[in-house]
RNA sequence: UGCCCCGUAGUGUAAUUGGCAACACGUCUGACUCUGGAUCAGAAGACUUCAGGUUCGACCCCUGACGGGGCAGCCA
């Protein structure tokens, strides 16, 4: 984005070009228009976990922050008791802090300016520009008016300064029942935008706050709140996504009318991702009626479930910086976020080799083991080598071995040649089946010269297959995830439920897979790439000291099966 | 129906602010390879939604259409 803005040097380097945002930025700075550090912040209602559509604001924000010398607020928008729990509040944190937005030391809350924002109500009710309405909600919506007629002016709306004065601080000692009175802007009921005609800035709602307790039966409406806590925090750019667009008007004439520091709204287009939903409402419902397993599911599109799955930080920031941000709505091919991670834990990952649906192998004219070397990141020769124990009883992939191979097939068939990799080639000598017909055993020979690195081997084959040797191999469980959805845009159907389109095979269990004993102990969290399958980690749910559970985070790309 | 925003290859973004459309992903070739991965080389793919207008010149400015999105919570 603007981070070559300060080494103007690099010209052989592309220039990277800004994003509209930046570009506001940019020209804030010419013009001196702040006589403060630029500013912005991330506003969660903490009442869901975070998605990925968050962590592109996450990166947007505090990467404006970082760009600019500025400051970057982490700061709960907890004007709702109804829906705010701390569960939440405590998950968001740690999102944000997982995936780098630096928030330093400033966890901030709306909740915390409550009584600001309560005399700041009192001073707009002495300016005549706010008033207490009797109107109950019913009341409220039908005096709003419609799309093309204009709203009527509550019998309210004139009382005098006293009396509003006066029922508001009834309203705020909790003499009347919730929804029986509203404070409201008095601003305009004819307004074309309807955020104008007479918005509500507080309602009675006798609700304990996660935060604050029973202090409050009034709570501010998100409208006359924000503002006042991009205010507050100095805040100079207050970044949001395109459905406040209307509102900001409103946002303005509050501050405006206030006469205090008066953050700048900008609008962006959210986040869309093929075959899965961001909205909040939906990936609850997925969590409450048990679509999925909790919030940190790895199919989810939450920030802790692709935590879970193995994406790192860094992938999901250079997703944000790959998809960019402008203010036309869009649906993201996942193949960009899938491309981030494999780029980088290809250079990252462990090397290892797993098979998922072993094929006993024997090798008959081998004798005794011996250990061999392996490779452990060809991308970086300096994470070094390991040993892989080799015997005469090895287990395959079963799809490593076809009796009627189809054209372009080259792995193993009967009679054929494969390399094992890090080892020998083998030549397939005989196929044993039950009674079913069903192959279970391939009896194998092995050529000595032919051994890895020995150089000493003149033959070539034409493909190379992992394995594991059948006494060493660990015994670990592998998760296989697909996408949560079938269909590209699974919410897009007004009429059709998301839920009918959810994916039956998203989440394909493999109890006992085998694995080559490099792996043991290997902790939580920990990521490997199994060689020819994709990259994995070790599931921080469901692993015990007795058996790993792998997530499998993303396949390899595969060239071969797209062509059949 | 009223108001607001948006329309650039399959997808996501660019275009030095009016100079003849670029980058990434994806797709397809070929090379290389002890991962059908990675890497390398290359290709295809856009009359910039449409129609007028201004201009020597328009993706960019103006007008109008069409298309998409948002707004009638005491949610955010």
Known sequence: MAADTKNPE??????????????????????????????????????????????????LNSGIARDYSGKFNLRFDDTNPEKEEQEYVDSIIEDVKWLGGNFEDRILYASDYFDKMYTWAIDLIKKGKAYVCDLNADEIRETRGTLTEPGKPSPYRNRSVEENLSLFEKMRNG??????KTLRAKIDMASPNFNL??????????????????????????????????????????????????????????????????????????????????????????????????????RMPTVSGFRRRGYTPEAIRNFAEIIGVAKRDALTDIALLEYAIRDDLNKHAQRVMAVLHPLKVTITNYNGEEVLDAVNNPEDAGMG??????????????????????????RLIPGGEVRLRYAYIIKCEEVIKNEKGEVVELRCTYDKETKSGSGTSTKK????????????????????????????????????????????????????????????????????????????????????????????????????????
């Not at 390991?386 to 090895?394: D, G, M, Q």
């Not at 996408?483 to 007004?494: N, W, Y």
């Open 175 to 180: 003499e009347f029942p919730d929804g029986s």
């Open 10 to 59: 690099n010209a052989n380097d592309i220039v990277k070009s800004k994003n509209f945002i930046y570009e506001i930025i940019d020209e804030d700075l010419k013009t001196k228009k702040w006589d403060v550090n630029i500013c912005t912040r991330f506003p969660p209602e903490p009442n869901g976990y975070l998605h990925i559509g968050h962590a592109k604001s996450i990166c």
């Open 385 to 410: 080598s390991r040993k892989v124990p080799f015997s005469n009883e090895i287990f395959i992939e079963q799809s490593d071995f076809i009796e009627n191979p189809p054209k372009g097939y080259h």
């Open 197 to 298: 005609r007479d918005p509500i800035m507080y309602r009675i709602l006798h609700d304990e706050h996660h935060r604050q307790g029973n202090k409050w039966c009034i709570y501010p409406t998100y409208d006359w709140a924000h503002g006042l806590e991009d205010s507050i925090e100095n805040v100079t750019h207050s970044i949001c996504t395109l459905e406040f667009e209307n509102h900001r008007p409103l946002y303005d004439w509050f501050l405006n009318e206030l006469g205090i520091f008066h953050p700048q709204q900008i609008e962006f287009a959210r986040l869309n991702l093929t075959y899965t939903v961001m909205s909040k409402r939906k990936l609850l419902q997925l969590v409450k009626e048990n679509y999925v397993d909790g919030w940190d599911d790895p």
């Open 461 to 564: 084959v034409k493909g190379t297959i992992h394995w594991v040797s059948a006494k060493q191999a660990l015994n670990i469980e592998v998760r296989l995830y697909d996408r949560l959805f079938t269909v590209e845009a699974p919410d897009a159907g007004k009429e059709k439920n998301f839920l009918d389109f959810l994916n039956p095979g998203s989440c394909e269990i493999i109890p006992n897979a085998l694995v080559e004993p490099f792996i043991k102990g290997s902790k939580p969290g920990a990521r490997f790439q199994f060689e020819r399958h994709g990259y994995f980690c070790v599931d921080t749910k469901y692993t015990t000291s007795e058996k790993l559970v792998f997530n499998r985070t993303v396949t390899l790309k595969d060239s071969w099966g797209k062509t059949k």
